[in-house]
């Protein structure tokens, strides 16, 4: 029987002109043992001005973010229309039509959503999660973005860790990234 590695949280926040990514250092195979605790899911590409977070199957996830940069580094790191030519791809690629993999992808104007099924979606709103634990990290930030005068990296800081307090996949190992 193949086990899976998944699982783990990321949260970016929009706040007074900055961004932030945060996601945990958990990587847990199956459902009942954590492998890593130490994982980098939150990095900097395209010349540090991109900043990404990503969840799900770990091969997916790097593949998806292998892919993102590529499109990056292609169309001079026009955030937006690197996306959607990755999610054009996706339509034409069966393989990569089943990546089992979301990011947040964010530079110093906005912050997407990317999906590994071809999806690429703007948020209504300056939070945005993914991942086991991405509910609690959502309304976490949800309120204290709505009740302090926090920063973009101490909300998606504080989001994670309120995030590792509740869901079994997401530990405290955090790293945030700012544009």
Known sequence: MEEMFRATTICGVKRNGKIAIAGDGQVTMG??????????????I?????????????????????????????????????????????????????????????????????AGNGEVLEPDGDICAIGSGGNFAFAAGKALMDNTKLSAKDIAFKALKIASDICVYT?????????
């Open 31 to 44: 459902e009942t043992i954590i492998f890593k605790g130490s994982a980098r899911k939150v990095r900097r």
């Open 46 to 114: 395209y010349n540090d001005s991109v900043v990404i977070g990503f969840a799900g199957g770990v091969a997916d996830a790097f593949s998806l973010s292998e892919r993102f940069e590529a499109m990056l580094n292609k169309f001079s790191g026009n955030l937006m229309r690197s996306a959607v030519e990755l999610a054009k791809t996706w339509r034409e690629d069966k393989a990569a039509r089943k990546l089992e993999a979301l990011m947040i992808a964010a530079d110093k104007n906005q912050m997407l959503l990317i």
């Open 171 to 179: 530990n405290s190992n955090i790293i945030v990234e700012e544009v």
